[in-house]
């Protein structure tokens, strides 16, 4: 079975600071996908970044950065020039392939970390 | 029109009430979710719809029933809840159930059951 970790459960970081969110995860499968989210307290899941196994460069998207290391099983994301609106929680996710259902996809999340931007 | 829309945004129920939740998307996506997230968790899978048709259930209670009307619309009807199924219901659609990448979630229903 896959698996996602998440081994910070909250981060501080100072505005304008960089910061990275750890996820490292668990799949035998050699095609798979890697998401980040980010969901602030109104609840909405808001797309980030997205890494593909067979990606030969790392995801970047404006402020989001994904360090891909496929041997380490890790994504983590590098947020730059961190803002307060970035104060939210973040997921790290992966897609699944449901095999016995006819190969229909759904995402398994990891635990979340909490991000706090200071001023 | 990239959104995924949810509503209603609030919802609260007695255990003997009978509610349902919206869920609707015009991005022409062919797969539409549900998925229950818990206070402090993360959001796990309860249905999955492909081409209109329920493809996936997560061994969802059976007071849980999802209806796909259209392409577009994605409806979960509640019935006889109890108050440990509270929780923040978020829709989401993407482009094909199998394969691809972009999975655009909704705003979320926060039911409470009382």
């Known amino acids: 079975a896959q698996k996602i970790t998440q081994t910070q459960p909250g981060m501080f970081v100072q505005e304008k600071e960089a910061v990275t969110l750890d996820c490292t995860y668990d799949t035998s499968d050699p095609s798979y996908g890697l998401f980040w989210y980010k969901q602030p307290s109104s609840g909405e899941m808001i797309f980030l970044i997205y890494?593909?196994?067979?990606?030969?460069q790392n995801a970047t998207e404006g402020r989001y950065s994904l360090n891909f290391q496929k041997a380490r099983k890790s994504a983590n994301l590098v947020i730059s020039a961190s803002q307060l609106g970035d104060s939210a929680m973040y997921f790290c996710a992966m897609r699944e392939e449901l095999r016995l259902s006819g190969g229909y996809n759904k995402l398994i999340f990891g635990a979340g970390t909490r991000l706090a931007v200071h001023p | 029109d990239t959104e995924v829309t949810q509503t209603p945004k609030h919802l609260v129920m007695g255990m003997t009430n009978k509610k349902s939740l919206k869920c609707e998307q015009h991005m022409g996506h062919r797969a539409m979710y549900w998925y229950k997230q818990k206070a402090k968790k993360p959001p796990e899978l309860m249905f999955v719809?492909?081409?209109?048709?329920?493809?996936i259930n997560e061994s969802v209670p059976s007071r849980f029933s999802p209806e796909c009307p259209n392409s577009s619309l994605l409806n979960l009807h509640l019935h006889a809840l109890q108050p440990e199924d509270s929780a923040l219901y978020l829709c989401a659609s993407s482009q094909k159930p199998q394969g691809g990448y972009g999975y655009t979630f909704g705003s979320g229903t926060r039911l409470t059951v009382v």
């Open positions: 890494q593909g196994s067979y990606d030969q």
């Open positions: 719809y492909s081409y209109e048709k329920l493809s």
